[in-house]
């Protein structure tokens, strides 16, 4: 690792973000700058959860988040005793879960300077969820920080009401360059492959790293980007479909089998499952506990699975998106999402040129929305391919 990475203590996990650091670093030193409740906002990669830790980090931190105290490693690692972190396991955040971190937040700081609660993915939150939140922020304790993500400001994402009761920070998709800095001294990255990565990623710190860590992870992103150029048949179109969803489950299934075995375990240790005695009544009453915890677990897979197609949805309307910037392009090479791709982007502006590729990207769009509405993504996802197919 760099001394400058090292000496920038947590505000080095906040990639190309120099003046929203400036702005956090400030709200630390200055209580005429500190505010109760706090917004991040941003485009997928752009680092919102990351940044909002290490704020959390900052304020925890007697230093101003030097990195090293015990104050800003256990926040970074999700065990610090006043800082709530809120992480959507299932499709949504519901209002029990909220509840119960709300009613966590109203103590007294047990050990920091603040009583710290880090919604990530806020714009999952369930009405009646928003609803406890906003009770909290029109009224919130002394000593007690509120910091939620999500992508925009739009009323989708986040209620007006919220938002009036929040200081926003925005916070944009890092440069490539600065992602790939990143990956060569903070993770030892070759440079050739940090910088083919921080570029496919467009910029998406975390994919960039699984990118250039996992051979996988290339590999799945190249046969999704295979899929365009394949579309000549209805045949082909629905083998496409049924690929891209069978990948997608695997994917989640491998995830899951991780997480989901060691929680089982934990709970089935917990009520004594399998003892003799006192135990066997104890493991009867706890089998609605093992209910529970196989619901959200099969929540989980299914929000694994959706996170894992919209990657790919992302990735394919990138590709359109190449193609059409190559139609229109004049002498100046134009800047590609897929720079590795470029002689595909090409092939498809040629044979579908600016309106297929801009109807190509409503698709995914489309096809992103169905899925955001519970259709079934086999369905959603042949009516996209069909949709994609090339013109004979």
């Not at 007006?160 to 990956?183: G, K, Y």
């Not at 959706?306 to 590709?319: F, I, K, Q, T």
Request: glycine share 8%.
């Amino acid at each position: 690792m760099s001394h400058s990475i090292a000496a920038e203590g947590v505000w080095s996990q906040v990639v190309g973000q120099g003046a929203v650091v400036a702005e956090l670093r400030s709200a630390v030193t200055d209580p005429a700058a500190m505010t109760h409740a706090w917004l991040f906002t941003g485009p997928p990669g752009s680092g919102r959860s990351v940044a909002a830790r290490a704020f959390a980090a900052a304020l925890q931190c007697p230093d101003g988040g030097d990195g090293t105290c015990h104050a800003c490693r256990t926040v970074l690692a999700g065990t610090h005793a006043d800082v709530q972190t809120v992480v959507p396991e299932g499709l949504s955040i519901g209002v029990a879960e909220v509840r119960e971190i709300v009613r966590i937040a109203g103590r007294a700081p047990s050990q920091g300077r603040w009583q710290v609660v880090l919604v990530e993915d806020a714009d999952r939150m369930t009405e009646q969820a928003s609803n406890t939140v906003l009770k909290m922020l029109e009224e919130p304790p002394a000593r007690t920080v509120f910091l939620l993500c999500a992508p925009s400001l739009h009323p989708d994402d986040v209620p007006v009401t919220i938002r009036s009761r929040c200081r926003v920070v925005a916070l944009r998709t890092p440069p490539v360059e600065a992602v790939a800095d990143v990956l060569v001294q903070r993770d030892g990255i070759d440079p050739a492959l940090a910088a083919w990565s921080a570029a496919a990623a467009a910029g998406h710190v975390g994919r960039a790293r699984r990118l250039a860590r996992d051979e996988a992870a290339r590999m799945a992103r190249k046969a999704v980007l295979d899929v365009p150029l394949k579309l000549v048949s209805l045949a082909a179109c629905l083998d496409a479909a049924d690929d891209l969803v069978g990948a997608a489950q695997e994917e989640a299934d491998e995830a899951s089998a991780v997480l989901d075995g060691a929680e089982t375990e934990a709970v089935k240790a917990s009520l004594g499952v399998g003892a003799r005695g006192p135990g066997v009544a104890a493991a009867s009453r706890g089998a609605g506990q093992l209910k529970e915890l196989e619901k959200r677990q099969k929540s989980r897979a299914t929000r694994l699975g959706r996170d894992s197609l919209d990657r790919a949805l992302v990735d394919l309307a990138g590709l359109y998106r190449d193609a059409l910037v190559l139609d229109a392009a004049a002498e100046d090479p134009p800047q590609l999402l897929h720079p590795d791709r470029r002689a595909d982007a090409a092939e498809l502006s040629r044979r579908i040129g600016a309106e297929g590729a801009l109807r190509r990207i409503d698709a995914v769009l489309d096809c992103r929305l169905a899925l955001e509405q519970n259709v079934k993504p086999r369905i959603a996802l042949e009516a996209l391919t069909v949709a994609l197919r090339l013109p004979a």
